[in-house]
């Protein structure tokens, strides 16, 4: 069959790995949020979100059903919810979240993640951050939006970032207010992020040399499919370590 088909079967099989671990990523993030309430989506407002941001992944529609009926207790497996601080390369704190169903191996992966790029696993980093409802988007300027809050009588920060989005920070119970008032200003609004984040309070630049190592600890994370979201202080590209 030659070379050339070796090359496109090499490519198949590197393209159904990625999809598997971000589907995989998926499947978690969706049991975590059905498990954060109740596991049906018109009446967990967490939930729908995170459904909507998994299809607009193109994330398969018998992904999400079972892991939602996983979070109902219709299947078996017991997942657990384990969050590790440390400071990476750099001096940058890092948050670390995952959803596992082995523990063991879950921190082993993240511990030597740090370790192997320069890192303290286990310094405390958490104080570094605060947690925020957090929604990025292009379809309201940022006066709109400050005008659809105060509208709405909601309090929250609007700021415009570097690449032009519109970025609206406000208190994670605050949320679903938030996403209300922004879809009454334009129902058509499309979300680049809609979550609840940890924000740094202030962020920590690195040299090229420090970037690179960052970054290599960064792809390791990533490779597990037990961690669901990194959080740092890093002053890098925000799109640079994101799946």
């Known amino acids: ?3 050339a088909h070796e090359v496109r079967a090499a490519s198949m099989a590197k393209t159904a790995l990625m999809k598997s ?3 995989s990523k998926w499947g978690k993030e969706i049991f975590t949020a059905a498990k954060s309430g109740v596991p049906d989506p018109e009446m967990n407002q967490t939930l729908k979100n995170t459904i909507a941001r998994a299809k607009k992944d193109q994330c398969p529609a018998d992904v999400i059903k079972r892991a939602i009926e996983k979070a109902a207790g219709l299947t ?3 997942m657990k919810e384990t969050s590790y601080e440390g400071m990476g390369n750099g001096n ?3 948050i670390v979240e995952c959803l596992t169903d082995n523990v063991n191996r879950t921190v082993s992966t993240v511990r030597a993640a740090f370790t192997k790029t320069g890192g303290t696993f286990g310094a405390s980093a958490g104080f570094m951050f605060e947690r925020k409802a957090y929604f990025r988007f292009n379809e309201l300027s940022e006066d709109e939006a400050l005008e659809a809050l105060l509208n709405a009588g909601v309090e929250a920060d609007v700021t415009t970032d570097e690449a032009g989005y519109t970025v609206v920070s406000g208190d994670p119970s605050a949320f679903q207010q938030i996403s209300d008032a922004l879809a009454a200003a334009n129902p058509d609004i499309d979300y680049d992020t809609n ?3 940890m924000i740094p309070t202030a962020k ?3 040299t090229p040399e420090q970037q690179e190592k960052f970054q290599h600890m960064l792809d390791i994370l990533h490779e597990s499919e037990d961690v ?6 890093a002053d ?3 799109d640079s370590d994101e799946e």
């Open 1 to 3: 069959m030659g070379r």
């Open 21 to 23: 671990k971000k589907y």
């Open 76 to 78: 078996s497996g017991a």
């Open 92 to 94: 940058v704190a890092v």
């Open 195 to 197: 979550e609840v984040s």
């Open 204 to 206: 920590v630049s690195l």
């Open 228 to 233: 669901q979201a990194i959080y740092h202080n």
């Open 236 to 238: 890098i590209d925000e």
